[in-house]
């Protein structure tokens, strides 16, 4: 059974860093690749980034390259973000991905429940 388990999320000041967990099971991230949404109230879900290990891949949307940082260590992919803006506040998932057909076009077999970002002073 696929599973993906978000975690790190949090109330953090504009500016700060966070540093979300992806726990997979069920499936080989040497065999998967993993990316990360967000979703911010109102506004449609964004594919933001994603870390492909067989390909040595990683992809960041222009609206976090330079700040975030996707890395995977065993069954666990991290996406390291530093200095947030109240912009970031998002709920943010991961996900399995079956295909990755274009930039910002993943084709996703799972998803995880979702992890709350608030960035706010």
């Not at 390909?55 to 330079?66: D, E, H, I, L």
């Not at 709920?91 to 079956?98: F, N």
Request: charged letters at 15%.
């Amino acid at each position: 059974q696929v599973q993906l388990v978000e975690s790190g999320g949090g109330l953090v000041q504009p500016g700060g860093s966070l540093r979300l967990s992806c726990a997979v099971s069920g499936f080989s991230l040497d065999h998967f690749a993993v990316g990360w949404y967000r979703q911010a109230p109102g506004k449609e879900r964004e594919a933001i980034s994603y870390i492909n290990t067989y390909a040595g891949r990683t992809f960041y949307a222009p609206s976090v390259k330079g700040r975030f940082t996707i890395s995977r260590h065993r069954n666990t992919v991290y996406l390291q973000m530093k200095s947030l803006s109240p912009e970031d506040t998002a709920v943010y998932y991961c996900a399995k991905l079956l295909n990755i057909l274009g930039i910002g076009d993943w084709e996703v077999g799972d998803w995880g429940q979702g992890t709350q970002v608030t960035v706010s002073s």
